[in-house]
């Protein structure tokens, strides 16, 4: 099993499987926009 990577998009804690680079299409669109929160929708961004 290959080692999981973080999301490109700053500010994302999610990982991605080999071969891609974001874990959404929230997060592919916000490429190079400054961000302080991830609205990527996934567990591991979603604050309380």
Same mark, same amino acid.
């Given at each position: 099993?290959?080692? @999981?990577?973080?999301? +490109?998009?700053? /500010?994302?804690?999610?990982? =991605?499987?080999?071969?891609?680079?974001?874990?959404? @299409?929230?997060?592919? +669109?916000?490429? /190079?926009?400054?961000?302080? =929160?991830?609205?990527?929708?996934?567990?591991?961004?979603?604050?309380?």
């Amino acid at each position: 099993m290959a080692d @999981a990577k973080k999301c +490109a998009m700053d /500010g994302c804690l999610c990982t =991605v499987s080999d071969g891609q680079k974001y874990c959404s @299409a929230y997060c592919e +669109a916000a490429e /190079g926009l400054t961000t302080l =929160v991830c609205e990527c929708g996934h567990p591991a961004c979603v604050k309380l």
